[in-house]
T-cell receptor, first 115, second 113 residues
């Protein structure tokens, strides 16, 4: 079974530029998450999708971050414009359903450096 | 505010010994607690889940305890090996949280041969 795929693996941009990350979850997984992990910290949830609908985006900085999952499969996370403090690893995860005991499967992440 | 604390200092132990990592939380009533392993440059990998009504869970050399009175979980690796060296994250899920996890900062474990 293929895991969660993310691209690119690394991205370096200057502040005020835009950037987009892509995630393809495990086939058949209905729930998809985007996390931000700053160096030395644990992952912080940004947004959760159930199929193509948003379940929770309370921690997403909506003035600059946006995410979509139009067909209920892959997803993109965009930052526009980027700030220095957005430097982090952006992790995508998926679960088969939305049961509370479901294990989350993580992708390798995209490491973003904002200069 | 809700807080999940893990020892931010690295834990260094000798191969063969038991590693014990701590996860403390405040202002939280988790229904589930999970432990994940994260290697450098990789995403977290699920290890164990323990429910609020369970005291202990085991899987091979791993053991997790959950004390809702102390608001603490302990994660043990027995007969540790250098391959166990990684960062270990605890994550809590509240009741009716829609499978949303809140992660602690993680503890780095170094097992020396």
């Amino acid at each position: 079974e293929a895991g969660v795929a993310q691209s690119p693996r690394y991205k370096i941009i200057e502040k005020r530029q835009s950037v987009a990350f892509w995630c393809n979850p495990i086939s058949g997984h209905a729930t998809l998450y985007w996390y931000q992990q700053i160096l030395g910290q644990g992952p912080k949830l940004l947004i959760q999708f159930q199929n193509n609908g948003v379940v929770d985006d309370s921690q997403l900085p909506k003035d600059r971050f946006s995410a979509e999952r139009l067909k209920g499969v892959d997803s993109t996370l965009k930052i526009q414009p980027a700030k220095l403090e957005d430097s982090a690893v952006y992790l995508c995860a998926s679960t088969q359903a939305n049961r509370e005991s479901d294990t989350q499967y993580f992708g390798p992440g995209t490491r973003l450096t904002v200069l | 505010s809700q807080k999940i604390e893990q020892n931010s200092e690295a834990l260094n132990i000798q191969e063969g010994k038991t590693a014990t990592l701590t996860c403390n939380y405040t202002n939280y009533s988790p229904a589930y607690l999970q432990w994940y392993r994260q290697d450098p440059g990789r995403g977290p990998v699920f290890l164990l889940l323990i429910r609020e009504n369970e005291k202990e869970k085991r899987k091979e050399r791993l053991k997790v305890t959950f004390d809702t009175t102390l608001k603490q979980s302990l994660f043990h690796i027995t007969a540790s090996q250098p391959a166990d060296s990684a960062t270990y994250l605890c994550a809590l899920m509240g009741r009716n949280a829609g499978n949303m996890l809140t992660f602690g900062g993680g503890t780095r474990l170094m097992v020396k041969p």
